[in-house]
């Protein structure tokens, strides 16, 4: 028996030693370690860009807050960029922190895997229970405690790209990263957003999230090689922790600069995907079902042209210099969306999306890459844990400044302007993206 045990420990949950060389990985390894991100898109996606503003919406009304002499009006967007807010905080403070306690484990099945396989297990708990709540402070309850669940799954999860790629394998990875991450939120908007919610299957909706999780969660625990450690961190795990929010900004400087940029840009596609359910519902007056059809149909359009564009533009930047086409995806994407101002009907909101996946496209497929490279190898768990910083921030920034000016300019759903406002903003967070990108110089850091 006990060598049966062993014998699938070592099939199943195989390990590498921390220093044993980092071998050429084929394309179906790249699949199986990407299969995560594919799950993560596939949640992340359609729960904030149709199951949460469709939820919020039925669990609140519009109001105003009167603060003295000042009225303001309170509706459905600043109900969602508050919800959203508060899980994006956890995100920044948990995921740093798991991935640098990640970087020092010293478990037998690996310093990453543990951890994953804690998240998933989370995630499918706190995802089965928001198909069963039944107002909106149960809703930000469990919602917190899912965030904080998946970011301790995706922390550990990001440093595994750097613990398993060879350096000259990076930029192709970072494709297949980019990729999954496209192919999950098609489906996700394809199957939640646009079979299941029009067809009043919400909770079936819903119930599709941890299935997905579990399935993609169990490819990277039982398929992918962790890495384990043989010696003791010399530094104390609180320290590990304390450290695990903070940068050497003067020898990384940067990647400091390249979280910066990274920041402003992710701002952009954030503030665009949170609101672009009620953009659609309360602007052209349509149902939840019909909502949630035509917004997933432009975010999945957006997608499929960036998912196109992901593995093109992940050997591109090996040639061309990663660098240079993270700007041009800010350039198109400030192009994007400030055609989105004006665009008259819903096809024409279509078309000018795919400009915005075109960008979006460019960016994803280099990103990963463009930050191993900058990065210093042996606190990768952390540094990656760090970039999630720029991921989470950017909601924690953009949801609280564009979801209230939303609602203040469409005063109590009398108007829609709100939402082209949004949109003229959103194209000032792509050039500001641009301009902090100017100083970083491609490196490799080993």
Not at 137 to 160: D, R
Not at 385 to 398: D, K, P, Q, R
Request: hydrophobic share 55%; proline share 5%; glycine share 8%.
């Amino acid at each position: 028996m006990a060598g049966m045990i062993e014998a699938t420990e070592r099939r199943f949950l195989r390990t590498l030693h921390e220093t044993a060389a980092r071998p050429h990985i084929s394309w179906r390894g790249l699949l199986v370690l990407s299969a995560f991100w594919f799950a993560i898109a596939y949640v992340m996606q359609p729960l904030g860009g149709n199951i949460i503003p469709l939820l919020v919406a039925r669990f609140t009304e519009p109001t105003t807050i009167h603060l003295g002499s000042l009225a303001l009006p309170v509706d459905v967007n600043t109900y969602v960029s508050l919800l959203d807010t508060i899980g994006a905080a956890f995100a920044i403070v948990w995921q740093p922190a798991i991935g640098a306690i990640s970087d020092n484990a010293q478990f037998q099945l690996g310093r990453r895997r543990p951890f994953i396989a804690i998240g998933v297990i989370g995630d499918i708990i706190f995802l089965t229970l928001i198909a069963f709540v039944t107002n909106y402070w149960a809703l930000m309850l469990v919602y917190v405690f899912f965030q904080m669940a998946s970011n301790t799954a995706q922390g550990p999860y990001q440093g595994m790209l750097p613990d398993q790629v060879p350096a000259d394998q990076r930029g192709e990875a970072s494709g297949y990263y980019g990729l999954m991450n496209m192919l999950g939120t098609i489906v996700g908007f394809l199957v939640v957003g646009a079979l299941l919610i029009p067809t009043h299957h919400v909770r079936l909706a819903i119930l599709t999230l941890p299935l997905v999780v579990a399935i993609g969660g169990a490819l990277v625990i039982f398929g992918v090689p962790d890495r384990r450690r043989a010696s003791t961190s010399s530094q104390p795990l609180a320290r590990s922790i304390f450290l695990s929010f903070a940068i050497d900004t003067k020898r990384y400087r940067d990647f400091a600069w390249l979280m910066v940029s990274r920041l402003f840009f992710l701002m952009a596609p954030v503030g665009i995907s949170t609101y672009a359910f009620n953009f659609i519902r309360y602007t052209f007056h349509y149902s939840e079902g019909k909502a949630s059809l035509y917004s997933s149909a432009l975010q999945a359009i957006v997608v499929i042209f960036a998912a196109i564009l992901c593995m093109t533009a992940g050997f591109l930047a090996e040639r061309y210099g990663k660098k240079r086409l993270i700007a041009a995806a800010c350039l198109i994407g400030a192009v994007g969306s400030s055609l989105l101002i004006f665009a008259p009907s819903l096809p024409w909101i279509l078309g000018f999306g795919l400009i915005v996946g075109i960008s979006l496209g460019i960016f994803l497929s280099v990103d990963w890459a463009f930050m191993t490279d900058l990065i210093p190898k042996a606190e990768a768990g952390r540094y990656m844990g760090v970039s999630n910083i720029a991921t989470a921030s950017a909601g924690l920034i953009a949801r609280p400044i564009l979801g209230p000016i939303i609602d203040a300019f469409n005063n109590n759903r009398t108007s829609a302007v709100g939402y082209r406002v949004m949109f003229g903003i959103v194209t000032g967070f792509f050039l500001i993206a641009l301009i902090t990108l100017r100083p970083v110089r491609e490196i490799k850091v080993e």
